[in-house]
């Protein structure tokens, strides 16, 4: 059956209707969502009468903002010209996705042809059609500075002859790399490409390294050139291994254009990578994670003695589709007379002369100067090669204007660094679940033959923006949800109904079901449910359905949750300020515990434990004049000494427990006990819950190795010298599997453990947070605590603990369409048997990534569905069932598999996988095994997408082309290769915050985000253009900004003028500036404000609170600054971005040959 059709837009969900009594709803049809900029476009198939196309100025090139005679990247992105947006092939016919349906043809039966998008909803620039999306070309605005400026030279291009041998060497293997296109043509204007404006003009007469301007012009008419580092012509680059250079005459000249300086030649680069040599170095690399730099514990990152490369955002744009196209690509800009393009885009010679074209260039190509030997060899220049910079100002100038509108199969959504709405029309959210890629292939043997891991990253309690609508609730009173006789599908919109609509046929196992009397409805001359759009499941991709009895444990209903705060009262955590500080906001954060939408209070009890040697109790019980304390010193077998009075509501007992919080700092204020347990304190809230006979969340702020004799008690085994051997994963193990076995009895109970760590040495993080892995909770580490400098921090993190949205005793299970399934899970959560992911909470900032395998042929036709089940106790204690759907394409060749990815969950998933793989491989094989999957994935598609040309090009996809940047970040993250200042715990706890990470987070901790604050306009909202993460992008008169979600570096260059440093700082030198500070100074001037408003914004997109550091160019804090500029070599031996993409260039040739 055709999937695709689902797009259904009905009427508009203005009015409320029978099926949702009293939900206004936002107008959900064709209506224009208030606020979203309407376009002025319709849905770009083909062109449309009254849709000008933008003629594109010569040398402008389209998808990358930048003028060019050719593509930019010359990573023979395959397409790169499509806006980025374009979501598919080029194919005229849609070979993969169904036909359209708007004519009713191929709908499933029982889905006549109805007009998939009335209502105006073309405005929203879905097309009617399963097609994927055509992106409207060359729409783009250009970037700033860069006006075409007219360049009066003829971009005849020839090359030198083959250069002497010393060049041969270009970087042995870089050469034939040419990463910027190879056919150079006219340099572009100064102030135009990747980089700063300043970064591209032509060096005297020569290109700058390998031609950050070198670009190829083609014939727009034939489709955007693929991103192909070293665009089909060979230049004059030896191939790798230093074979002799072929020289390539590119004929004919392109009218207007005078011949360029005599340079046509890319400058080799003078370090050759293949052997591994260093590039030269322009400035000490990098640090190791977490240096902790000598120096007060102050100069810790974020919970992390040194955070791992993290990542900003940024990934290919979605779905740009890519070489190897067949059909007649979309008629874009008017052709331009050019290089004729190769099937994917790379450039053939031009046969014959052309229209407006002389013959061939006769004549010497030295341009007036002499043909001698090519400029001295230089490095491969870093604005030639893909900046994620770059694709994410594109996808947000291309997407981030129209609400992405889920009704048609297969469409890959924006990407998670542009901001944009989204409309359910059949397909829940990218907000819910991204893929790896939006269209899959249909056999076991193809997707073995490409390697693209096909996943799913599920966030199933995901936050909306205010403009969104909430996933519905449905309640079909006692006979509870309709499902599927067989597989137990729930209903939803993909399920298709027969026979008058008294049965219906389930789109994940085909079996044919009685329609229940009471949800019996006649259907429409389409052979759609005239009450299609009065019911959520039947029109939207998420809703929530009010589940009976039958679904909770022990077949009676829950009560509601409860909360335990289970406080650390040693001589540590005393004397830090700790106990004071978490006592003092308790007593006014109880006031904001989660509770149901429209209930006057919280629903969720609370009780408190105090311990360190011995565990306290307090009742708390409303009748009491004073809280009472009972202590169990028998740890060995853990009970809970008192039921009544323990779990108590806020406001009955306010005063008992305001009294308890005044109380506790004053009750150890003298202690002298050192030694503290940890699994009893978790045995203590389990039991608690227990006998409440209710779900829960235990609070524990815990300081130091439990030592004390109980059981699960842990003994100091950190060891550096293991790094690097075998026994390496080892430290990412528990010691005992004494944990595991109380994890488990916890998700049985639904007992979900946060724990909030502030230690001053080693604690054993790998096994002190099993518990809250397995249970589905949160871990915070503060390490050497600091209250004036680390307590914003906690109490931000601690409140927005507390507050959010969390669901209890959950199940998930994951339902496919016939031919694949649901085979391998990543995240925080237990499973018991091979379905069913279990967590004794989830939260709405806890992804679930889930892996799929062939088990059968998939049809391009149908398509495939997931339908996410998540079976969970709210708040309030309502057991609720939250379904997800998702329709996929699926093709029969590689090149729409590799036009439909999404390079961010890709890097997700990879480093999930490899994350994971530390446990039971030594790091260094964990690391070859991503460098080779990925190579793989890049030969697979050079060899069957790419049109043939010369071995020493690098050809990536377009929407892959950032594989590289982003997999070299992993591959140089703390976890898999960590400098000597990181710690054995900070391992361990990046290793647990990563598996549960959204796409979102994973982007910008991978990728750092890097902002220039001088260059912020003060009168504006908006943030300052990003740059590329590394060091010679930072110049010694500006302020920067960095972040990864977890720390917030601000760097200041040594030439800051003195007034920026007084307006920020409040300071009259640079001199003055001090590290210690933990926030910025409140100063009533525009620019205070405005860095400021720029770290709060970056602070509410985060979900944790991330610790500032204040970072002096050339002090001792640098170094930690610098391991987070991923793109440059790091000190533990990391690659830079530059010499990562040549290695991986010469891992794919081996696998081609």
């Given at each position: 059956m055709s999937v695709n059709q689902q797009a259904h837009t009905g009427p508009p969900y203005g009015q409320p209707q029978p099926g949702y009594q009293g939900y206004q709803q936002p107008a959900y049809g064709g209506q224009p969502l208030p606020g979203v900029p309407q376009s002025q476009y319709g849905a770009y198939n083909g062109p449309m009468p009254g849709y000008q196309q933008p003629v594109p100025p010569q040398g402008y090139f389209p998808s990358l903002g930048f003028p060019s005679k050719g593509s930019p990247v010359s990573l023979n992105s395959d397409t790169s010209s499509l806006a980025p947006n374009f979501i598919g092939s080029l194919r005229a016919p849609p070979t993969s996705g169904a036909p359209p349906p708007a004519t009713g043809a191929s709908l499933p039966s029982g889905h006549l042809a109805y007009s998939q998008f009335g209502h105006g909803d073309v405005q929203n620039g879905i097309p009617a059609s399963a097609a994927p999306m055509q992106r409207p070309p060359a729409s783009q605005p250009f970037l700033p500075g860069s006006a075409p400026t007219p360049v009066s030279q003829t971009s005849t291009f020839q090359q030198y002859g083959p250069p002497p041998a010393s060049v041969q060497q270009l970087s042995n293997h870089m050469a034939g790399m040419t990463i910027g296109s190879t056919t150079a043509s006219a340099p572009p204007p100064a102030g135009l490409g990747y980089g700063p404006p300043t970064s591209v003009p032509p060096v005297s007469g020569s290109f700058s390294a390998t031609g950050s301007g070198l670009y190829t012009p083609y014939t727009a008419s034939q489709g955007p050139p693929p991103t192909s580092v070293s665009q089909g012509l060979p230049l004059a680059q030896p191939p790798f291994l230093g074979q002799p250079i072929s020289t390539q005459r590119l004929p004919t000249q392109v009218p207007g254009f005078a011949p360029p300086p005599s340079s046509t030649g890319i400058g080799p680069s003078s370090y050759s990578p293949a052997t591994g040599a260093p590039r030269p170095p322009t400035m000490p690399g990098p640090p190791l994670s977490g240096q902790t730099v000598a120096g007060p514990p102050t100069s810790q990152p974020n919970h992390i003695s040194s955070p791992p490369p993290p990542s900003t955002m940024s990934g290919p744009h979605p779905g740009p589709p890519m070489s190897g196209l067949h059909g007649p690509p979309p008629p874009t800009h008017p052709p331009q007379p050019g290089y004729q393009m190769q099937q994917n885009g790379s450039f053939g010679q031009v046969r014959g002369p052309q229209p407006n074209y002389g013959g061939a260039y006769p004549g010497t190509p030295n341009y007036g100067s002499q043909p001698g030997p090519p400029p001295p060899p230089k490095r491969l220049d870093p604005d030639s090669i893909p900046s994620p910079i770059q694709v994410i100002e594109d996808d947000r100038?291309?997407?981030?204007?129209?609400?992405?509108?889920?009704?048609?199969?297969?469409?890959?959504?924006?990407?998670?660094?542009?901001?944009?709405?989204?409309?359910?029309?059949?397909?829940?959210?990218?907000?819910?679940?991204?893929?790896?890629?939006?269209?899959?292939?249909?056999?076991?043997?193809?997707?073995?033959?490409?390697?693209?891991?096909?996943?799913?990253?599920?966030?199933?309690?995901?936050?909306?923006?205010?403009?969104?609508?909430?996933?519905?609730?449905?309640?079909?009173?006692?006979?509870?949800?309709?499902?599927?006789?067989?597989?137990?599908?729930?209903?939803?919109?993909?399920?298709?109904?027969?026979?008058?609509?008294?049965?219906?046929?389930?789109?994940?196992?085909?079996?044919?079901?009685?329609?229940?009397?009471?949800?019996?409805?006649?259907?429409?001359?389409?052979?759609?449910?005239?009450?299609?759009?009065?019911?959520?499941?039947?029109?939207?991709?998420?809703?929530?359905?009010?589940?009976?009895?039958?679904?909770?444990?022990?077949?009676?209903?829950?009560?509601?949750?409860?909360?335990?705060?289970?406080?650390?009262?040693?001589?540590?955590?005393?004397?830090?300020?700790?106990?004071?500080?978490?006592?003092?906001?308790?007593?006014?954060?109880?006031?904001?515990?989660?509770?149901?939408?429209?209930?006057?209070?919280?629903?969720?009890?609370?009780?408190?434990?105090?311990?360190?040697?011995?565990?306290?109790?307090?009742?708390?019980?409303?009748?009491?004049?004073?809280?009472?304390?009972?202590?169990?010193?028998?740890?060995?077998?853990?009970f809970v000494p008192l039921l009544d009075g323990f779990l108590v509501n806020v406001n009955e007992s306010r005063t008992v427990i305001a009294s308890l919080l005044d109380q506790i700092p004053e009750m150890f204020a003298d202690t002298r006990e050192t030694e503290t347990v940890f699994a009893p304190v978790i045995q203590a809230g389990l039991e608690a819950l227990k006998a409440a006979e209710c779900?829960?969340?235990?609070?524990?702020?815990?300081?130091?190795?439990?030592?004390?004799?109980?059981?699960?008690?842990?003994?100091?085994?950190?060891?550096?010298?293991?790094?690097?051997?075998?026994?390496?994963?080892?430290?990412?193990?528990?010691?005992?599997?004494?944990?595991?076995?109380?994890?488990?009895?916890?998700?049985?109970?639904?007992?979900?453990?946060?724990?909030?760590?502030?230690?001053?040495?080693?604690?054993?993080?790998?096994?002190?947070?099993?518990?809250?892995?397995?249970?589905?909770?949160?871990?915070?580490?503060?390490?050497?605590?600091?209250?004036?400098?680390?307590?914003?921090?906690?109490?931000?993190?601690?409140?927005?603990?507390?507050?959010?949205?969390?669901?209890?005793?959950?199940?998930?299970?994951?339902?496919?369409?016939?031919?694949?399934?649901?085979?391998?899970?990543?995240?925080?959560?237990?499973?018991?048997?091979?379905?069913?992911?279990?967590?004794?909470?989830?939260?709405?900032?806890?992804?679930?990534?889930?892996?799929?395998?062939?088990?059968?042929?998939?049809?391009?036709?149908?398509?495939?569905?997931?339908?996410?089940?998540?079976?969970?106790?709210?708040?309030?204690?309502?057991?609720?069932?939250?379904?997800?759907?998702?329709?996929?394409?699926?093709?029969?060749?590689?090149?729409?598999?590799?036009?439909?990815?999404?390079?961010?969950?890709?890097?997700?998933?990879?480093?999930?996988?490899?994350?994971?793989?530390?446990?039971?491989?030594?790091?260094?094989?964990?690391?070859?095994?991503?460098?080779?999957?990925?190579?793989?994935?890049?030969?697979?598609?050079?060899?069957?997408?790419?049109?043939?040309?010369?071995?020493?090009?690098?050809?990536?996809?377009?929407?892959?082309?950032?594989?590289?940047?982003?997999?070299?970040?992993?591959?140089?993250?703390?976890?898999?290769?960590?400098?000597?200042?990181?710690?054995?715990?900070?391992?361990?706890?990046?290793?647990?915050?990563?598996?549960?990470?959204?796409?979102?987070?994973?982007?910008?901790?991978?990728?750092?985000?890097?902002?220039?604050?001088?260059?912020?306009?003060?009168?504006?909202?908006?943030?300052?253009?990003?740059?590329?993460?590394?060091?010679?992008?930072?110049?010694?008169?500006?302020?920067?900004?960095?972040?990864?979600?977890?720390?917030?570096?601000?760097?200041?260059?040594?030439?800051?003028?003195?007034?920026?440093?007084?307006?920020?700082?409040?300071?009259?030198?640079?001199?003055?500036?001090?590290?210690?500070?933990?926030?910025?100074?409140?100063?009533?001037?525009?620019?205070?404000?405005?860095?400021?408003s720029i770290v709060d914004m970056l602070q509410v997109q985060r979900s944790r609170y991330m610790k500032l550091i204040i970072v002096k160019q050339e002090d001792k804090l640098e170094m930690l600054f610098k391991h987070f500029l991923v793109e440059d070599k790091s000190l533990s031996g990391g690659a830079s971005y530059v010499d990562f993409l040549c290695h991986m260039h010469k891992e794919i040739r081996q696998l081609l040959s």
């Open positions: 100038s291309n997407r981030g204007s129209e609400p992405f509108v889920t009704g048609v199969r297969g469409q890959v959504p924006p990407l998670v660094t542009t901001n944009f709405l989204v409309k359910d029309q059949g397909n829940a959210s990218p907000r819910y679940i991204r893929c790896t890629s939006y269209n899959i292939p249909c056999t076991s043997d193809m997707a073995k033959q490409s390697q693209v891991p096909l996943a799913a990253v599920i966030k199933p309690l995901a936050t909306l923006p205010p403009e969104e609508t909430l996933p519905y609730l449905v309640d079909h009173g006692e006979s509870g949800p309709v499902r599927c006789n067989r597989c137990k599908a729930y209903m939803c919109p993909f399920m298709q109904f027969i026979e008058g609509g008294r049965r219906f046929q389930c789109c994940f196992c085909s079996c044919v079901t009685e329609v229940p009397p009471h949800y019996f409805q006649h259907l429409d001359h389409t052979g759609k449910r005239v009450d299609f759009y009065d019911r959520p499941e039947l029109s939207l991709g998420s809703y929530e359905f009010l589940a009976t009895v039958d679904y909770c444990k022990n077949n009676k209903f829950p009560s509601p949750p409860a909360f335990i705060f289970m406080i650390d009262v040693s001589y540590n955590a005393v004397k830090s300020g700790l106990v004071r500080l978490i006592c003092e906001e308790l007593k006014s954060l109880l006031d904001y515990l989660p509770r149901e939408g429209n209930m006057e209070e919280s629903a969720i009890r609370v009780g408190f434990v105090t311990y360190n040697k011995v565990l306290h109790f307090y009742n708390v019980k409303s009748s009491l004049a004073q809280p009472q304390m009972m202590v169990v010193s028998d740890v060995a077998d853990m779900a829960g969340k235990l609070f524990i702020f815990h300081t130091s190795l439990p030592i004390a004799e109980a059981p699960g008690k842990l003994k100091n085994r950190d060891d550096k010298k293991l790094i690097n051997t075998d026994k390496e994963k080892t430290l990412f193990q528990p010691q005992t599997s004494f944990y595991n076995n109380l994890a488990k009895d916890c998700v049985a109970q639904g007992c979900c453990v946060d724990l909030f760590l502030f230690p001053n040495q080693y604690l054993d993080v790998a096994t002190l947070g099993v518990v809250t892995y397995q249970t589905g909770g949160s871990i915070y580490k503060y390490a050497y605590f600091q209250l004036e400098t680390d307590q914003d921090r906690f109490l931000n993190d601690l409140r927005r603990d507390v507050q959010k949205e969390v669901g209890f005793d959950a199940v998930m299970r994951v339902r496919t369409s016939t031919g694949i399934r649901a085979t391998d899970f990543f995240g925080a959560f237990y499973m018991s048997n091979t379905t069913d992911v279990e967590m004794a909470g989830l939260d709405c900032d806890k992804t679930i990534t889930v892996e799929f395998k062939h088990d059968d042929k998939l049809s391009e036709d149908s398509g495939a569905l997931l339908q996410c089940a998540l079976l969970y106790t709210s708040c309030a204690g309502q057991r609720r069932l939250r379904i997800h759907n998702l329709s996929l394409n699926c093709c029969t060749q590689l090149a729409d598999l590799y036009r439909n990815c999404e390079t961010d969950t890709l890097i997700n998933y990879l480093a999930k996988y490899a994350y994971r793989g530390v446990l039971g491989s030594p790091v260094k094989t964990v690391r070859d095994a991503l460098i080779n999957q990925c190579a793989q994935i890049l030969a697979c598609y050079r060899k069957n997408c790419a049109s043939p040309s010369s071995a020493g090009q690098l050809i990536l996809p377009e929407c892959m082309k950032l594989l590289p940047v982003y997999l070299n970040c992993v591959l140089k993250s703390d976890v898999l290769q960590p400098g000597p200042e990181v710690t054995t715990d900070d391992r361990a706890y990046i290793r647990q915050l990563v598996t549960s990470m959204d796409v979102a987070e994973t982007n910008v901790f991978f990728y750092p985000r890097l902002l220039p604050l001088t260059k912020a306009d003060v009168d504006s909202d908006s943030l300052p253009a990003a740059i590329r993460n590394s060091e010679e992008r930072l110049s010694k008169g500006d302020i920067y900004l960095l972040e990864n979600g977890l720390n917030i570096f601000v760097w200041v260059g040594v030439n800051v003028q003195q007034g920026l440093i007084q307006n920020l700082f409040g300071v009259s030198s640079f001199s003055q500036i001090s590290n210690a500070l933990s926030t910025l100074p409140v100063l009533e001037n525009p620019f205070s404000k405005k860095v400021r």
